[in-house]
T-cell receptor
Framework: KQEVTQIPAALSVPEGENLVLNCSFTDSAIYNLQWFRQDPGKGLTSLLL?????REQTSGRLNASLDKSSGRSTLYIAASQPGDSATYLC??????????FGKGNQVVVIP | ETGVTQTPRHLVMGMTNKKSLKCEQHLGHNAMYWYKQSAKKPLELMFVYSLEERVENNSVPSRFSPECPNSSHLFLHLHTLQPEDSALYLC?????????????FGSGTRLTVV
């Protein structure tokens, strides 16, 4: 069974600092990996999707890397802003089209 | 309407009530899902409908009953729920067989059982 771990569980950073969020997974036979953002009481918003054959994806201030062989992904958020405060979820999709989620990184950006 | 739409956004129900959650996807995807999100726990997959086949998590109680009348609509019928069923219920859709496509989630229904 795929296990997904996200470290740290929670972090606070001053505005302007770069954010580094880590995700690890136990089974490297993944189809793709997706990073989501969730605001309190809301649904999930997809940020980036990395296919298993890719090493990274970028969108604006966000960059996600994937090292499938070591079972790791990292989400970088450059020059953090208070509006980046949210929970970030990592999810890996297997060949059976199932998503396994981590518990999330809860981020607070302090103005 | 675009994406995945869920109604209602909030629902309060007694333990003897029967209610239904509705989900509609406007993306032409061929699979739809129900997830449960409880505090301090990872998202839990409840049901999958893909290519008209239903797959379920065997740990989901029978008081939750899904229905998928077509590829765009998904319902979750609720009856005789327990207080511990209070959670955020999320619907999602995806395109099976396409590695470049991810999951798209709705905004969720916040369910409170009293």
């Amino acid at each position: 069974k795929q296990e997904v771990t996200q470290i740290p569980a929670a972090l606070s950073v001053p505005e302007g600092e770069n954010l580094v969020l880590n995700c690890s997974f136990t089974d490297s036979a993944i189809y793709n990996l997706q990073w989501f953002r969730q605001d309190p009481g809301k649904g999930l918003t997809s940020l980036l999707l990395i296919q298993s054959s890719q090493r990274e994806q970028t969108s604006g201030r966000l960059n996600a890397s994937l090292d499938k062989s070591s079972g790791r992904s990292t989400l970088y958020i450059a020059a953090s802003q208070p509006g980046d405060s949210a929970t970030y979820l990592c999810a890996v999709r297997d060949g059976n089209n199932r998503l396994a989620f981590g518990k999330g990184n809860q981020v607070v950006v302090i103005p | 309407e675009t994406g995945v739409t869920q109604t209602p956004r909030h629902l309060v129900m007694g333990m003897t009530n029967k209610k239904s959650l509705k989900c509609e996807q406007h993306l032409g995807h061929n699979a739809m899902y129900w997830y449960k999100q409880s505090a301090k726990k990872p998202l839990e997959l409840m049901f999958v409908y893909s290519l008209e086949e239903r797959v379920e998590n065997n740990s989901v109680p029978s008081r939750f009953s899904p229905e998928c009348p077509n590829s765009s609509h998904l319902f979750l019928h609720l009856h005789t729920l327990q207080p511990e069923d209070s959670a955020l219920y999320l619907c999602a859709s995806s395109q099976i067989g396409q590695a470049g496509y991810g999951y798209t989630f709705g905004s969720g229904t916040r369910l409170t059982v009293v």
